[in-house]
């Protein structure tokens, strides 16, 4: 028998989410964010749950033509552009849209030939200060780009740090506004927090990620209160449990220590799977069906939790170490980090299943 560790992905959790995308932004084309193997879901998966998405947005080419390979012809979004002249012809040739965010690629579209129609998207640096232009040099770039023989369609976006706070938004955005020459260029605004907290960026083409994935944009609101559904599940199973006295300690340093007799599980998962090192005695698990905690230190194979409230809990029972009944971003909160980290770190060894 194979080790427990695995997750499930459920390409119906992704429409479900997809459908709520649509909800808040119906009149809006939608890239359907799929970087980092989709947030760990895998392609597969995506491709069976973003069917309906106007197009796909990710940073790696070689994902990106294997997407086409897989039959995808819809459009292909590269979120960082190209990283090198060979690129610009690479993208020509798969009809892939490029996001241009610094001078250096500007001139590597001199090398396209003239009618290859690529369709650009220009960054504007409106405050988060990692890509893009200052909204001042726009009109001086999109000149740029019209005189560009191969490109098509040209498009203006920028990237919102602060979207999930209270007004976050709504500097950069007026930034971004007031640097368009022209109202009627297409536009790329909306992240996830965006779609549900700035109804001002829901216009043109709108780049949804985390909500997708069932993980939720804030610190402050769960996704099951936003209408999101959990994508993956990642669960594995009980492989011994012990009885501890007063006293006892549990795991590597000690750090957990009995305050009075309990039984423990050990569950066949650990950091080597993608279960964060650092959770803490606290962090939520369930087991058959009932929340618990974590006790002691997450070791590379194994983690230990507390069976007090499910007295009846043995070797070979399931526990779900995120999903359904304990929200990723609820063990990333104990954990300190956030859920899209949590989802792009599963390990290789941790067998997948896709469950439609």
């Known amino acids: 028998m194979s080790r427990p560790a695995r997750v499930r992905i459920l390409p119906a959790a992704l429409r479900h989410n997809l459908a709520r995308v649509r909800e808040l932004a119906p009149a809006c084309p939608v890239w359907a964010v799929v970087k980092a193997d989709a947030y760990g879901h895998g392609i597969a998966a995506a491709l069976a749950g973003f069917a ?27 979120l960082e552009g190209a990283f090198a002249p060979d690129d610009v012809l690479q993208a020509a040739q798969a009809h ?4 241009v965010h610094q001078p250096e690629q500007l001139h590597w579209l001199a ?22 232009f200052p909204p001042a040099s726009l009109s001086g770039v999109l000149a740029a780009l019209r005189a560009q023989p191969g490109v098509g369609r040209v498009h203006a976006m920028t990237h919102f740090a602060n979207a999930d706070r209270p007004g976050g938004a709504e500097a ?10 022209d109202p009627a260029i297409g536009v790329s605004l909306a992240n996830s927090a ?3 907290d700035v109804p001002a960026a829901r216009r043109g083409w709108i780049r949804p990620g985390i909500m997708l994935y069932g ?5 402050d609101r769960p996704a099951a209160a936003l209408g999101l559904r959990p994508a993956m599940h990642f669960e594995s199973r009980l492989i011994a449990v012990q009885a501890l006295a007063p006293g006892d300690a549990v795991g590597y340093g000690s750090g957990f220590v009995a305050s009075s007799a309990m039984r423990i599980g050990v569950v066949a998962a650990g950091y080597a799977d993608g279960y964060p090192r650092h959770a803490p005695t606290g962090t939520p698990v369930a087991v058959g069906g009932v929340r618990t905690r ?19 809990a043995r070797p070979g029972d399931p526990v779900e170490l995120w999903g359904e009944q304990v929200p990723v971003d609820e063990v990333a909160a104990h954990a300190g980090t956030i859920g899209y980290e949590l989802l792009c770190a599963i390990a290789p060894r941790v067998s997948r299943l896709i469950e439609d």
């Open 52 to 78: 309906q998405a106007d197009g796909l947005a990710l940073v790696e080419f070689d994902r990106a033509l294997a997407l086409r390979g897989a039959g995808w012809q819809r459009p292909l979004l590269m």
């Open 96 to 99: 892939l849209s490029l996001v």
């Open 111 to 132: 090398s396209l030939p003239a009618g290859a129609g690529l369709e650009v998207f220009v960054k504007l640096n409106t405050g988060m200060n990692r890509l893009g």
């Open 172 to 181: 950069p955005l007026a930034r971004f506004l007031a640097a368009l020459p």
């Open 194 to 196: 965006a779609l549900f």
């Open 215 to 219: 993980g939720s944009p804030f610190a």
């Open 294 to 312: 974590v006790v002691g230190r997450v070791s590379m194979d194994m983690l230990t939790i507390d069976l007090t409230g499910a007295p009846a």
